[in-house]
């Protein structure tokens, strides 16, 4: 079950923010936070990120991939154009990987290649939402926007 | 990084990209650049340095779709640059895979040689677009103000969007390069080729984890 997904610019701004509800209840949506909250939660993994990257033993290290807790694991992809995309999902959710994937080809498609779209900028681009929400649907059948 | 570069290229060109009639990209292009002609009355320097912001403004886009379909990650030097933007880039967005050729020693510059544009597939240009500055060579410069002084002579660098397009890219991944055309068939010449020079990278903007 996808349970919401994070975009953060290179600057560590969030620009993209989306929960999404299960439509079952042996799997709970994420709790509803304000916008600064989320603002200042993506700030911090942001910070998080480069740290973790900094610490490790070796060089070259990723950083952050997957955050895991007994209620979600929050696994991140961050690309060589500094981009992080962060999704959320229930702790049993299996190929995270290939969903990562697919949100960042439909990131390419309906937001960067979306002309009236500034880069850096929030995202708000009605197609990406609506191919993100179709998405979704394919894992969780029931899914509604938060 | 199993897969050689090329066969990525063809893989990712054969399965992940759409594609379009290459007839309406070629007439769409030409009705564009002879626009440009129009609008900036045969300056050729000024339609060249159009031509190159709107390929950079392109490329800042479109290497978002290259890393999504590609699915590769650094690469590990220039000369790898050279090749994955020769074998993988150039292969998934336009079919063609130039030729990587005149690596630097230092490893800081390569050319690109086109045996195929589809761009300028149709394309003969006129006389004028064809005189070329006394004495020089290279392609104009691509910014704006260092072209003011021999704007009548410079030729048109028909394809000059690709240009753009990989300056753009590159530098969203942190590579500051310039890229310009030093020879096109279009105007003459043996072989068209594209010079890509390594400015610098651009280390404060590289990601955490990435440097």
Same mark, same amino acid.
């Given at each position: ?13 969030? #620009? ?86 697919? #949100? ?31 998405? #979704?649907?394919? #894992? ?7 | ?211």
């Amino acid at each position: 079950m996808i349970l919401g997904v994070w975009i953060i610019n290179k600057a560590g701004g969030l #620009v993209f923010q989306r929960d999404f509800t299960t439509g079952s209840n042996v799997v709970p949506a994420l709790a509803k936070l304000s916008t600064n909250d989320y603002l200042v939660l993506a700030g911090t993994f942001h910070g998080i990120h480069a740290i973790t990257s900094r610490i490790s033993p070796m060089a070259r290290s990723t950083g952050i991939e997957v955050l895991e807790t007994d209620t979600f694991t929050a696994t991140c992809h961050q690309t060589p154009t500094g981009i992080k995309i962060v999704l959320f999902t229930d702790p049993n959710q299996a190929n995270n990987e290939a969903l990562m994937r697919r #949100v960042y080809d439909l990131y390419a498609d309906y937001v960067m290649k979306n002309p009236f779209y500034t880069p850096e900028m929030p995202v708000r681009c009605e197609l990406f939402d609506v191919h993100l929400f179709k998405l #979704v649907q394919t #894992v969780n059948p029931a899914a509604t926007q938060a | 990084m199993a897969k050689p570069l090329k066969t990525l290229g063809e893989d990712v060109w054969r399965t992940k990209v759409e594609k379009v009639n290459g007839e309406l990209f070629a007439l769409t292009y030409g009705s564009i650049v002879t626009q440009l002609c129009r609008d900036f009355n045969n300056n050729y320097a000024k339609v060249n340095t159009q031509l190159d912001k709107m390929g950079y403004n392109m490329g800042t886009r479109l290497i978002e779709e290259f890393l999504a379909r590609s699915q590769l990650g650094r690469c590990r030097d220039f000369r790898d640059t050279a090749e994955t933007v020769a074998k993988v880039a150039f292969k998934m967005f336009l079919n063609i895979s130039p030729t990587v050729t005149n690596v630097a020693p230092d490893a800081k510059a390569f050319s690109l040689i086109f045996d195929e544009n589809p761009l300028a597939e149709f394309v003969e240009l006129p006389e004028s677009a064809r005189r070329r500055a006394v004495g020089s060579t290279a392609g104009p410069v691509e910014n704006g103000d260092a072209m003011a002084s021999a704007p009548a002579q410079a030729p048109l660098w028909f394809s000059n969007v690709l240009c753009g397009v990989v300056r753009g890219a590159l530098e969203m991944v942190q590579l500051q390069v310039d890229a310009r055309w030093v020879s096109d068939v279009l105007l003459g010449d043996e072989c068209s080729e594209m010079r890509v020079t390594l400015i610098k990278v651009l280390e404060d903007e590289v990601p955490a984890g990435e440097d």
